[in-house]
């Protein structure tokens, strides 16, 4: 089953009075529990094609299907709605309030979702997130790799069927990167799909398929290990 299916996407960005043509006519179809890994030279359209699937911003033209039905033209009231209750988002900059601790920015999002925090489900996410002993120390306190992965346990906090990750290892050292991957590894085996855009090919190549863009077009395609449900 197809959770996510984007037909024929382009973006087309205006400039002052240049046009800029980000994505050029993109097809991509994401399976249930199916962890893709986008990689590209910069420029090449990979935010610009994650904030699509994420429902962040609207295609110039093409079409985005979340569990088959079409969301490129609902309300943004309605988007939000699903982005709410479908999709974490994870980004290269962790975006933690610094005057929070690690618990508390976990539970940042059911503030938003006007839902009540439960302490336990808090405290197995951090479990989880290998961060136990770190609930209480403020973002300062916590090595890049242990940020990285708060900022992966809140967008987790709303039970998300999706996860989409544009380049969360680019600011970590190699060991933190590896160790991030392995919780995306470990969040696919529960069934969770991941959409992570990487600049690492080494990294990339740790996800069930890896696809190329370049230029706004799709090049090329991999596959790693074949995906439970393929
Ligand atoms: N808001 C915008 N206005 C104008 N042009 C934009 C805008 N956002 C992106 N672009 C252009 O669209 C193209 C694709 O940008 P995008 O951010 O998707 O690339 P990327 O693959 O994520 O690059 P990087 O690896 O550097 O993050 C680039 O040429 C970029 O300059
Ligand atoms: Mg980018």
Redesign the pocket.
Known sequence: MNLIEARDLT?V???GSEE?H??KGVTLSVKTGEFLSIV????????????ILGLLDNPSGGTVKVHGSDVTHLKEKQRVVVRRDTIGFVFQQFFLIPTMTARENLELPLLFSRKKPDPKKTESILEMLGLAHRGDHLPYQLSGGEMQRVAIGRALMNDPQIILA??PTGNLDSASSEKIYDLFRDLRDKGLTLIV?T?NSELAKRADRVIT?RD?ILTDEEHQVCCPCA
């Not at 590209?40 to 904030?51: E, Q």
């Open positions: 973006k960005y205006h400039r800029v980000a994505l590209g030279p910069s420029g090449s359209g990979k935010t610009g094609l994650l904030n544009d380049e855009v600049h863009i706004g």
